[in-house]
Nanobody, 125 residues
Framework: QVQLRESGGGLVQAGGSLRLSCAVF????????MGWFRQAPGKEREFVAV????????KYADSVKGRFTISRDNAKDTVYLQMNSLKPEDTAIYYC??????????????????WGQGTQVTVSS
């Protein structure tokens, strides 16, 4: 059984920063692709970022490019999302997810097999 547990969400003012963490249990972490998604109230879930198994490859949604950074520590079985210059429109529940897909083929609509429970991020104006 694979479990993903996010942490690090909270309330922050516009322009501020937060770092989300996602710990993975029950699977060899270095063998899986890790992604972050978010879902705002009344909106569909959207892709935020993805990182390759080695950590050398990353992809971002245009809306967060240059402000968010995804990283991973394979020794700690954890993936991170550093969020800087936060905007009110970044307010959402953020989910981490794991996929067996190949990084070279991953797209924002790639299927992810495992999901965390989500962590709330609220950015006030």
């Amino acid at each position: 059984q694979v479990q993903l547990r996010e942490s690090g969400g909270g309330l922050v003012q516009a322009g501020g920063s937060l770092r989300l963490s996602c710990a993975v249990f029950g699977r060899t972490f270095s063998n899986i692709l890790m992604g972050w998604f978010r879902q705002a109230p009344g909106k569909e879930r959207e892709f935020v970022a993805v990182i390759s198994r080695s950590g050398r490859g990353t992809k971002y949604a245009d809306s967060v490019k240059g402000r968010f950074t995804i990283s991973r520590d394979n020794a700690k079985d954890t993936v991170y999302l550093q969020m800087n210059s936060l905007k009110p429109e970044d307010t959402a529940i953020y989910y981490c997810a794991a996929s067996a897909a190949f990084f070279s083929q991953v797209t924002p609509t790639t299927n992810y097999e495992y999901w965390g429970q989500g962590t709330q991020v609220t950015v006030s104006s």
